[in-house]
């Protein structure tokens, strides 16, 4: 039941998104983003959803990679392409890879499994079309792929031989940004873009990301981390107005990030998310630093009382 709800729940997603960029109003979020790091956020995320003759490997620079980019749809093309490469792949490896070639930088995914037909490799970025008919999915992702790259002054390349596996590899603008700025120590300053709070949300799951940006995006900047890691440097970099923090993070213990936070001396407001109700684990919350608690689903009643107490 919750595989068909998540499911469901990722297709009415890819659905709104797909309308957003073929009418060109969604707005990208151009930040300093860290790719090396990204890279790795990702290989946590994955590394232990591999099948059991699947080898998850990451390549990377043995430096911070800075850039001036949407690292959220990065992400969003990144996980797409490592999703369908879990799906096609039984045995062998999967590789992601980061690379700056010149002008650009290459994120690489390249897999050992089933590859793609030839006459197919240009019909899977049109809209419903899938590689394995029987295969759950929405068909979309491809397709919100290739749009988000274009957004981005970028574009993807498929390489593929069948029965030996497929590369789908992300080329984007290469825009540096100053290291020595992105690097410094301390805690940052709330930013207001273009009049927007900045509401970070910390969750490893994309649909509650992209369900919350559907709730909130039109009145506040909101941020995604996939961990509480990941949490903890973005806020170094820029702190949030508010963080709506998962507290079922599979990484990390919510709690813990809480108090990595505050640890900080942070005194931006954080709410903890719960998947159900459960008091003891609201208390321990509470308790590491959390000012209010909520359970999922996102009610825009429940944020917006939220937001008019504590923003």
Sequence with gaps: ??????????????????????????????????????????????????????????????????????????????????????????????????????????????????????????????????IDEFSQGTGLGLSISKQIAQRLGGYIQTESVLGKGSTFSLYIPYYAVDVDECMANGVASPQLNNGKKIILVVDD???????????????????????????????????????????DLQEQSGVNGVAKIRSLDAHVPIIGVFERTEYNRFKEALAAGCNEVMTKPYSLVRLNSIFSRLL
């Design 1 to 130: 039941m919750q595989a068909n709800a998540d499911l469901f729940l990722k297709l009415v997603n890819d659905i709104i998104d797909f309308s957003l960029f073929d009418s060109c109003d969604i707005e990208l979020n151009k930040e300093r983003v860290e790719l090396t790091g990204l890279i790795l956020d990702l290989y946590n995320q994955y590394v232990d959803r591999m099948k059991p003759e699947v080898k998850l490997i990451v390549g990377h620079p043995n430096y911070p990679m800075w850039v001036e980019t949407d690292g959220n749809r990065i992400m969003q093309v990144v996980d797409n392409f490592i999703t369908n490469a879990i799906k096609n792949t039984e045995r062998g490896s999967i590789i992601v890879n980061v690379i700056r070639l010149n002008e650009w930088v290459k994120i690489s995914v390249s897999d050992t499994g089933k590859g793609i037909p030839h006459d197919m490799i240009d019909r899977i970025f049109e809209v419903f079309e899938k």
């Design 205 to 247: 799951s994309m649909s509650v990301f992209n369900r919350l940006y559907e709730l909130i995006g039109d009145n506040f900047r909101v941020l995604w981390a996939r961990s509480s890691n990941e949490a903890f440097k973005r806020i170094q970099k820029q702190m949030p107005h508010l963080i709506l923090m998962s507290m």
